[in-house]
């Protein structure tokens, strides 16, 4: 491994997450404000299927892609230029689309593409380094500092004017442009543009050829085997609602800020990122967590931080500092519940199936999980319709709150630690 091949792989994970963070945090108030404000109009439910089924493809074609394709015939570096220039193509082209449908299939175009681009970066990344459990975090944390990056310095040079600095995150303010709403549909520009210059980027990374034959044939029907454990079969249970509800936060939050709190739309992207924060530092603090706590009621805390962050965003009376705040909790929720889950599965597989045990488990909270969140949107969304149009945020934030308590108190009933950890390791 050469002096720069940490810094390579850091400006890489910078710029894979950057590409994403730029208009996913916007994208949803985007579409949902009205064609008079400068969006498109779409109704929560259609924001729902955009976001859901798109990633709930790129989730279950991601494996195959990947793994089954990308591993086996083409070097890691250049197949993932490859998938970003088409990707980063669909995504400009996706800016300049009005209608539904059309938004809809190139989203699951892009996610199809850019979903596998996850996986490749962090293969790359460990085939290049001597230890990766102590060295892949300084550098996947490189990903988070990227995606704070794009998410503050779009609105600061594409959506505000007279720009002035000030002592609170993120740090400047500023007079918003006239057609701020519609500035947001570049984000996806931006995204795409990006994209191709980090194409060109890849093709200096470090040479990761490929491994043919590495797959084992029977490794991923032998992974489903786990759920003979009833502790994968309860994991599983409880992470599909929580997989739902943590889709629903990135679906509705930008509307919610925006036509509840009077947020900004130039602020939204900014005060989505105090969970990107909040993640790393819970990240950081992790295994003292689960060593205190044990990895049972380290998730039941996770699935509980849903819980609490819901019951305060539907708390509408409370001041905006406050239920923006309330995102700190963001990361107790990714890293309590989803993270800690990922290592539990390590630990409960043998060791020749754990990636396709790690496979079949994103699987499920990643493939269908979003997939049953658009249509519990679109449910909620015309149950809690109000007469002018709009929707009761406070009646659809406590139904995820319950859904996340009472996910919470079965885990922590049913679920009970089925591993073997070694000594000084994990435990119940």
Not at 362 to 382: M, N, T
Request: glycine content about 8%.
């Amino acid at each position: 491994m050469s002096a720069t091949t940490k810094p390579r792989l850091s400006v890489m994970m910078f710029l894979q997450y950057g590409v994403w963070g730029v208009w996913l945090p916007v994208l949803a108030r985007y579409l949902q404000a009205s064609v008079a404000e400068g969006g498109l109009g779409f109704t929560p439910g259609q924001v729902g299927w955009i976001l859901g089924l798109a990633g709930s493809i790129g989730a279950v074609t991601a494996p195959f892609v990947a793994g089954q394709f990308a591993d086996r015939y083409f070097s890691t570096e250049r197949f993932l230029a490859v998938l970003l220039v088409a990707g980063g193509i669909i995504k400009i082209i996706t800016a300049f689309q009005t209608t539904f449908v059309a938004w809809l299939w190139l989203s699951v175009a892009y996610s199809v593409l850019y979903t596998p681009t996850l996986a490749l970066t962090n293969s790359l990344t460990f085939a290049h380094l001597r230890d990766p459990d102590s060295e892949f975090p300084s550098i996947r944390v490189w990903g988070t500092v990227g995606w704070i990056a794009a998410s503050w310095l779009f609105p600061l040079f594409w959506l505000l004017s007279d720009v002035s600095l000030q002592w609170l995150p993120p740090f400047y303010t500023g007079t918003e442009v006239a057609d701020v709403t519609s500035r947001l549909a570049d984000a996806l520009v931006v995204s795409g543009i990006v994209a191709i210059a980090y194409a060109v980027y890849c093709l200096f990374l470090p040479h990761t050829p490929p491994k043919r034959g590495a797959v084992e044939k029977l490794a991923f029907a032998k992974a489903f085997g786990l759920f003979r454990r009833r502790s994968f079969t309860v994991l599983v249970a409880a992470s599909l609602p929580i997989a739902v509800i943590h889709q629903i936060y990135f679906m509705q939050t930008a509307p919610f800020f925006a036509d509840v709190l009077g947020l900004r739309d130039s602020q939204i992207g900014p005060a989505m990122t105090i969970g990107q924060f909040a993640e790393i530092a819970v990240m950081a603090g992790l295994v003292l967590l689960i060593r205190r706590f044990g990895t049972r009621w380290v998730i039941v805390i996770g699935a509980a931080a849903y819980f609490l962050r819901y019951a305060i965003f539907a708390s509408i009376g409370l001041p905006v500092g406050v239920i923006v705040a309330s995102q700190f909790l963001h990361g107790f929720c990714y890293a309590c519940f989803f993270a800690v889950g990922y290592i539990y599965v390590d630990r409960l597989a043998e060791e020749d199936v754990r990636h396709s045990a790690q496979t079949v488990f994103g699987i499920i909270i990643l493939g269908v999980g979003p997939v049953l969140a658009a249509p519990l949107l679109a449910y909620l969304s015309a149950l809690f319709g109000t007469p002018d149009g709009g929707l009761d945020y406070s009646a659809l934030w406590s139904t995820l709150s319950v859904i996340g308590l009472v996910t919470a108190v079965a885990f922590g009933a049913f679920f009970r630690d089925e591993s073997q950890p070694e000594e000084g390791s994990l435990s119940n």
